[in-house]
């Protein structure tokens, strides 16, 4: 069975945190979570990207994505909804 996982982005972001938000991005498609991520408009400032994973190894994307959001300093920008 597959689950869902979304994150909600700010669409207004200098380049050094865009390119943390490409890590984040990358290491779900290198960890062979995905091989595509999803984005639409969530209103004016936000976008919401998503994929979709297998129920068994969405805890461990969900712990790639809290990693990589807390050491890269990507709190307020990144948040799983």
């Known amino acids: 069975m597959n689950t869902t996982v979304r994150l ?7 380049t050094p945190t865009a390119r943390k ?5 990358g290491s779900l498609i290198a960890g062979s979570f995905t091989d595509i ?7 004016e400032s936000n976008y919401i990207h998503y ?26 920008i990144v948040s799983k909804i």
């Open 21 to 25: 938000i490409l890590k984040l991005k």
């Open 8 to 14: 909600k982005i700010k669409k207004e972001v200098d």
């Open 37 to 43: 991520i999803h984005f639409d408009d969530a209103d």
């Open 51 to 76: 994929f979709t994973v297998s129920f068994s190894q969405k805890e461990a994307a969900i712990a790639i994505i809290d990693t990589i959001i807390a050491n890269e300093g990507l709190e307020g």
